[in-house]
């Protein structure tokens, strides 16, 4: 069985670095703050004291990072340990331009990329049942095909580097929009005095239905805005989005709305919490906090 | 078995009418347009050539309208054949202060009114498995069900008079702006390059899916605007939330820049197209018509 390396043991990285381990791989960790390292290595992962640790100890390394600084940065270690053959799986959110660029650098050094984002909670996390959306060669994807099922369900091969990301970017307009729309639904609902739970239930089996409204609707209801996606990664996936829709020529106006309702959410203080906290900045708008009638 | 009264035989009402038909219930209907209560008729229906004349063979009567004056001048010729205990269920969307007024002048007529308007595709109509909101008393609405069931699966009770209607603009936010978030999601992905089947497919898997994607990207990319849904009553029924949302004084921006873009597109002449249509405006936009890799 393929040696395994991850690095980024975050809210989504850690339980999908313990589903390789308990998928049976050897695995071996890396993460800046300990506290994770220490609780895979209890499970078995073999603890690292730097990226190109994990690099020597690999023939499949898995990025799991906030941002392309983060990814720049520990790719910079990883390529100072890194052999001939070495694949590189970065499965943080970024742009394709930057997936591109880390897949030739990976590629001049005798090794393979692909961008493999993913969409899903860290229930899904958890579970075992993330989508990931795969870009670079198709063979490179094949062969690392088994330890990518140790984490998702739903895998696709959705073209050459960098068509990972833009899958990925794609799916994000689709959740920031909706999640957008979940907001402005909720709060009618609650001004009308309708059974905010009960609209959640009926929207849900007909036309206005999605995930975003069967998953976070019911949080925002109980004002529990513990992170499952955090409003300051969603910020920074809009932010990408937009510098690519910029480039493309593409005017994205819902895009351009909800990434700057995000953006004063994270700035008054709500970064750490779950993107269900919109409904916060949507009742501010309106003066008007929803209730469950 | 209760004698049903059907008024408003579109490409809605004509499936819905045909559903009860089928359940053995015996149907009285009218349209304006002669063709639809033809059909029905030569299935079993009464033909008749008056809202009065439905009334006055119905003790359950159901109208399914484009919109608030249709409903308002059909009522004004049922309230003339209109005997005591006559229910009226109209299951058109308009708005709840609207649903209230025409509920009242019931009442004082000996009747009563249900506001039931519905949530689903013409496909849901023909396999009767319609999403229904209704709102008016709870005694009627139980009286009224065993009708309700032969056109809907989800069938929900949501308060008192106008809460059916609230309950579907509601509704009507969630479906308009999950459009608008497929539109812009699918103009990156064509620009990016990607097989446009398979981003629909990947995304409707995670956290970015939505009835809207499901069933409408597909259409959006083989250029199928035939209607399931019509983009005038798509801009009706959001100038309907508008009026709303400034009465109650929500600022709902999401709402706000959909229902403009849908209100050009009508009037750039495809008010008679299905919502997907709204893919034309982005792509005009975005002078970028989209096309599947």
Same mark, same amino acid.
């Given at each position: 069985?393929?040696?395994?390396?991850?690095?980024?043991?975050?809210?989504?990285?850690?339980?999908?670095?313990?589903?390789?381990?308990?998928?049976?791989?050897?695995?071996?960790?890396?993460?800046?703050?300990?506290?994770?390292?220490?609780?895979?290595?209890?499970?078995?992962?073999?603890?690292?004291?730097?990226?190109?640790?994990?690099?020597?100890?690999?023939?499949?390394?898995?990025?799991?990072?906030?941002?392309?600084?983060?990814?720049?940065?520990?790719?910079?270690?990883?390529?100072?340990?890194?052999?001939?053959?070495?694949?590189?799986?970065?499965?943080?959110?970024?742009?394709?331009?930057?997936?591109?660029?880390?897949?030739?650098?990976?590629?001049?050094?005798?090794?393979?990329?692909?961008?493999?984002?993913?969409?899903?909670?860290?229930?899904?996390? /958890? +579970?075992?049942?993330?989508?990931?959306?795969?870009?670079?060669?198709?063979?490179?994807?094949?062969?690392?095909?088994?330890?990518? +099922?140790?984490?998702?369900?739903?895998?696709?091969?959705?073209?050459?580097?960098?068509?990972?990301?833009?899958?990925?970017?794609?799916?994000?307009?689709?959740?920031?929009?909706?999640? $957008?729309?979940?907001? /402005?639904?909720?709060?009618?609902?609650?001004?009308?005095?309708?059974?905010?739970?009960?609209?959640?239930?009926?929207?849900?089996?007909?036309?206005?239905?999605?995930?975003?409204?069967?998953?976070?609707?019911?949080?925002? &209801?109980?004002?529990?805005?513990?992170?499952?996606?955090?409003?300051?990664?969603?910020?920074?996936?809009?932010? &990408?989005?937009? /510098?690519?829709?910029?480039?493309?020529?593409?005017?994205?106006?819902?895009?351009?709305?909800?990434? /700057?309702?995000?953006?004063?959410?994270?700035?008054?203080?709500?970064?750490?919490?779950?993107?269900?906290?919109?409904?916060? $900045?949507?009742?501010?708008?309106?003066?008007?906090?929803?209730?469950?009638?």
């Amino acid at each position: 069985m393929v040696k395994v390396g991850f690095i980024g043991l975050g809210l989504m990285g850690k339980p999908m670095a313990r589903n390789i381990l308990k998928k049976g791989f050897s695995l071996a960790v890396y993460n800046r703050s300990r506290a994770p390292v220490e609780e895979l290595a209890s499970m078995g992962a073999a603890p690292c004291s730097s990226p190109a640790e994990v690099a020597q100890r690999s023939e499949v390394l898995i990025t799991m990072l906030p941002d392309e600084p983060q990814v720049a940065e520990v790719l910079t270690g990883v390529f100072e340990g890194m052999r001939s053959g070495l694949v590189l799986v970065d499965m943080s959110t970024v742009s394709p331009m930057f997936s591109r660029q880390m897949a030739a650098a990976a590629r001049s050094r005798g090794g393979d990329m692909l961008d493999a984002p993913v969409s899903g909670s860290t229930m899904a996390a /958890e +579970q075992g049942n993330l989508t990931i959306m795969v870009g670079g060669s198709r063979k490179t994807f094949e062969e690392t095909l088994p330890v990518l +099922q140790a984490m998702g369900k739903n895998i696709f091969y959705m073209g050459e580097s960098g068509a990972g990301s833009f899958a990925k970017l794609c799916n994000q307009i689709a959740v920031a929009v909706n999640l $957008l729309g979940v907001c /402005e639904m909720l709060l009618l609902a609650s001004k009308a005095g309708l059974n905010l739970s009960q609209v959640v239930e009926v929207v849900s089996t007909g036309a206005g239905g999605s995930w975003q409204l069967a998953n976070l609707g019911p949080r925002m &209801i109980s004002r529990d805005f513990n992170p499952g996606f955090k409003v300051k990664h969603l910020r920074k996936d809009l932010r &990408i989005i937009r /510098e690519i829709s910029e480039k493309l020529g593409l005017p994205l106006q819902a895009v351009a709305l909800v990434s /700057e309702l995000i953006k004063a959410l994270d700035e008054k203080g709500h970064g750490e919490e779950g993107t269900q906290a919109l409904i916060k $900045l949507v009742e501010t708008l309106a003066s008007h906090q929803i209730s469950n009638a």
